[in-house]
């Protein structure tokens, strides 16, 4: 039976030393779950042809704990992501956002890998690594560099990765202060987001929204008016101002300018005295 699939050339990587020298001499584009690549497929608007199915090294499935840093491999499931003991202590924000992304097929096979590297200011888990500060390792057939994660992105799906590097793993430092996240959409499973905002409370709070423009972003003038002392309405005027989200098919600018300072109060009040 042909398919959409079947039009595709497709390569299978064994291993991810594997993975790299097919990309450095054989230029593909990386398939790791393909829930959104098969979205792509489906809708005939996928146009690369030749394909590299990552699925299979297992090297990138382990998160582990390296001196403090939390290494988060970049093959690691929503599904693994919510059971992890480690991720439930260290990152219990990226439970919360995993839980909520897709239903339970889209948490089996969806990696976050996939969800940083498709660059949708609707994924579910960016604000969660703009907010903490992540760093996104990438590897190449030439060698490994490390991105700080407010430097991956600098366009509308438009990131610094090239075509030859892959996500390997997500680095995160201890994370001082609560975690708070919030998803707004249609209902609560198989919606994209019309907002989504991650954040911690600390002295020097650090806040991450996405769908508010063409990548997810901090909001430094919020975070620093809220650790000067001002009040949370202050605070959420700057909001207002500071970020320009656009109208879409799911929301009007409008509505997502009003619940994103409805949801900065909501954080403000949920992580009183944290
Ligand atoms: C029904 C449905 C519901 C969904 N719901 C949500 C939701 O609620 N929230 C949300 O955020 N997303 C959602 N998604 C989108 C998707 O599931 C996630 O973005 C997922 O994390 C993508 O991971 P993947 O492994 O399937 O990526 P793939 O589809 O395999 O790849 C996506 C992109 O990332 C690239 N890529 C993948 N892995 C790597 C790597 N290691 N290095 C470099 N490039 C790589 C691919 O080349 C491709 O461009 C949904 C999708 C569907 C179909």
New binding site residues.
């Given amino acids: 039976m042909r398919t959409a699939m079947s039009q595709l050339d497709l390569r299978t990587a064994a291993s991810l030393d594997d993975a790299l020298a097919i990309l450095r001499d054989d230029p593909r584009?990386?398939?790791?779950?393909?829930?959104?690549?098969?979205?792509?497929v489906n809708f005939g608007t996928l146009e690369p042809r030749k394909?590299l199915d990552?699925?299979a090294l297992d090297e990138?499935r382990e998160i582990s704990v390296v001196g403090e840093t939390l290494v988060i491999g970049?093959?690691v499931?929503?599904t693994s992501l919510i059971r992890s003991a480690v991720i439930g202590k260290r990152l219990p924000m990226l439970v919360e956002?995993s839980q909520?992304?897709?239903?339970a097929?889209?948490q089996n096979?969806?990696?976050?890998?996939?969800?940083?590297?498709?660059?949708?200011p609707?994924?579910?888990?960016?604000p969660v690594f703009a907010a903490i500060d992540a760093v996104i390792v990438?590897r190449s057939a030439s060698g490994e560099r490390r991105i700080p994660f407010g430097e991956f992105y600098t366009g509308y799906r438009k990131t610094v990765?090239r075509p030859d590097?892959?996500?390997?793993a997500v680095e995160v430092a201890p994370v001082e202060g609560k975690q708070w996240f919030r998803?707004v959409?249609t209902r609560a499973?198989?919606?994209?987001?019309k907002i989504?905002v991650a954040a911690v409370r600390a002295p020097a709070p650090r806040i991450a929204f996405g769908s508010v423009a063409p990548t997810v972003v901090r909001v430094p003038r919020t975070e620093k008016a809220l650790s000067d002392g001002a009040s949370i309405d202050d605070a959420a005027r700057i909001l207002g101002d500071e970020i320009a989200p656009i109208d879409d098919l799911r929301s009007s600018a409008e509505y997502r300018r009003r619940v994103s300072m409805n949801l900065l109060r909501r954080f403000w009040a949920d992580t009183e005295g944290a």
């Fill in positions: 584009v990386p398939v790791a779950g393909a829930t959104d690549m098969y979205v792509a394909l990552i699925w990138l970049s093959l499931t929503y956002a909520q992304v897709g239903g097929q889209i096979r969806g990696t976050i890998g996939g969800n940083i590297a498709n660059a949708s609707a994924g579910d888990s960016l990438l990765m590097e892959l996500i390997v998803k959409g499973a198989q919606a994209i987001s989504v």
